[in-house]
């Protein structure tokens, strides 16, 4: 049974350009929750999702980022015209319901870098 | 703001003593806690969990405490070995957000 995969593991950008990072739950989880992590800082809440809906972006940059989890496919995290600043680990979450009930199971993670 | 955080950054102990990691949180009303290992470059692994109607859980050299009257949680790994240095973080499982994390040093 394979766990949350997230590809992929390392995504290299210039200035400007878009990056697309996936997120594929475990199977028989719809709950999606995407973190980023800077150096020697902790995780960040990002934006919480079910299939086809986003149910918190309270993390959420306003501008340049966005998420979606369509009803096929893995969950999406999108950041147009990177910055340097960007630059971080982005991790994925799933649990097969609401996570207050049975927590998270995290993938490796996309280590995004932005030169 | 944040609604789970950690009292120390960093912590270093001797191979073989035993480890204490602790936790803060501010809703009283939060019911599902969890604990979480993250290795260098890697993610965040499941450790342990409890839940409010529970003080104490104990699992393969870990355990965790929970003191609901100050709110607070701790982590406590005994017989601390190398392959225990990593970050450890709490969450508290509604809020969907983390502290900053301690950093465990292992020293041999």
């Known amino acids: 049974n394979a766990g949350v995969m997230q590809n992929p593991r390392h995504l290299v950008r210039r200035r400007g350009q878009e990056a697309r990072l996936r997120c594929s739950p475990m199977?028989?989880?719809?709950?999606v929750y995407w973190y980023r992590q800077l150096p020697e800082e902790g995780l960040k809440f990002m934006v919480y999702l079910q299939k086809e809906n986003i149910i918190d972006e309270s993390g959420m940059p306003k501008e340049r980022f966005s998420a979606e989890f369509p009803k096929e496919g893995p969950s999406i995290l999108r950041i147009q015209q990177v910055v340097r600043g960007d630059s971080a680990a982005y991790f994925c979450?799933?649990?097969?319901?609401?996570?207050?009930?049975?927590?998270?199971?995290f993938g490796s993670g996309t280590r995004l870098t932005v030169v | 703001g944040e609604s789970v955080g950690l009292h120390l950054p960093t912590l270093s102990v001797q191979e073989g003593d035993n480890s204490i990691i602790n936790c803060a949180y501010s809703?009283?009303?939060?019911?599902?806690f969890i604990w979480y290992k993250q290795e260098s470059g890697k993610g965040p692994q499941f450790i342990i969990d409890?839940?409010?109607?529970?003080d104490k859980r104990q699992g393969q050299r870990v355990t965790v405490l929970l003191n609901k009257t100050v709110k607070h949680l701790s982590l406590q790994i005994a017989a601390t070995q190398p392959g225990d240095s990593a970050v450890y973080f709490c969450?508290?499982?509604?809020?969907?957000?983390f502290g900053a994390g301690t950093r465990l040093t292992v020293k041999p």
């Open positions: 409890i839940r409010s109607n529970m």
């Open positions: 809703n009283s009303a939060s019911d599902y």
């Open positions: 199977k028989g989880h719809s709950h």
């Open positions: 969450a508290e499982a509604n809020d969907m957000r």
């Open positions: 979450a799933s649990s097969p319901a609401r996570a207050a009930n049975y927590g998270y199971t």
